[in-house]
């Protein structure tokens, strides 16, 4: 079993449709969580960032964590064309330098309709 | 900021030649790590460095791949010899000093394709 699951897609929607897209892991150790993006051709960009439970948002975009369920989501609101990229999960535990392993989810590839 | 340069961008080789990947990092970054990436295996972490140190490379294929960090600013990934199956895109991504290593800067990516 992968340490980190995602469904890697693809999936169409509509502009202005709101997206979910979600991760599940195994590692109960895993104490921040990421999302990253990728356009094609590029390298991933770090999107949102959370550390424990709990939801974040920035803009458009929002982050939950359920760690008694070890599920993420990341909730896109009036989606665009220019949101249609690759969206990685990552997750990281507690290192004892500051340098620690990032996981990541395989990547679910996400595209908007006009 | 420059950000995370690599080079060269394309790489296309015969199988069994050497294969070198370079990358600079972020300047004050104090943190770099390797990458694979394949649409089968999706992103893989090969090996990184914390202050120029090779931390964990448990992630290295086999011991055709190699790493290393001469100083802060500067780290290569050599592949000698070269398979098909290492075809694929190769990320090099920064991170800060003083605290975990989520906030991670990738480069472009150097695209390989060995015949």
């Known amino acids: 079993q992968k340490e980190v699951e995602q469904d890697p897609g693809p999936l169409s929607v509509p502009e202005g449709a709101i997206v979910s897209l979600n991760c599940t892991y195994s590692?109960?150790?895993?104490?921040?969580f990421m999302w990253y993006r990728q356009y094609s051709r590029k390298g991933p960009e770090l999107l949102m960032y959370?550390?424990?439970?709990g939801n974040k948002e920035d803009g458009r975009f929002t982050a939950q964590v359920d760690k008694s369920s070890k599920y993420i989501s990341l909730f896109i609101r009036d989606s665009q064309p220019s949101d249609s990229a690759t969206y990685l999960c990552a997750m990281s535990a507690p290192g004892y330098s500051s340098a620690s392993k990032i996981i990541f989810g395989s990547g679910t590839r996400l595209s908007i309709r006009p | 900021d420059a950000g995370v340069i690599q080079s060269p961008r394309h790489e296309v080789t015969e199988m069994g030649q050497e294969v070198t990947l370079r990358c600079k990092p972020i300047s004050g970054h104090n943190s770099l790590f390797w990458y694979r990436q394949t649409m089968m295996r999706g992103l893989e972490l090969l090996i990184y460095?914390?202050?120029?140190?090779?931390?964990?490379d448990s992630g290295m294929p086999e011991d055709r791949f190699s790493a290393k960090m001469p100083n802060a600013s500067f780290s290569t990934l050599k592949i000698q010899p070269s398979e098909p199956r290492d075809s694929a895109v190769y990320f090099c991504?920064?991170?800060?000093?003083?605290?975990?290593?989520?906030?991670?800067?990738f480069g472009p990516g150097t695209r390989l394709t060995v015949l």
């Open positions: 590692n109960s150790a895993f104490q921040y």
């Open positions: 959370t550390y424990s439970s």
């Open positions: 460095f914390n202050n120029n140190v090779p931390i964990d």
């Open positions: 991504a920064s991170s800060p000093a003083g605290g975990p290593s989520n906030t991670q800067y």
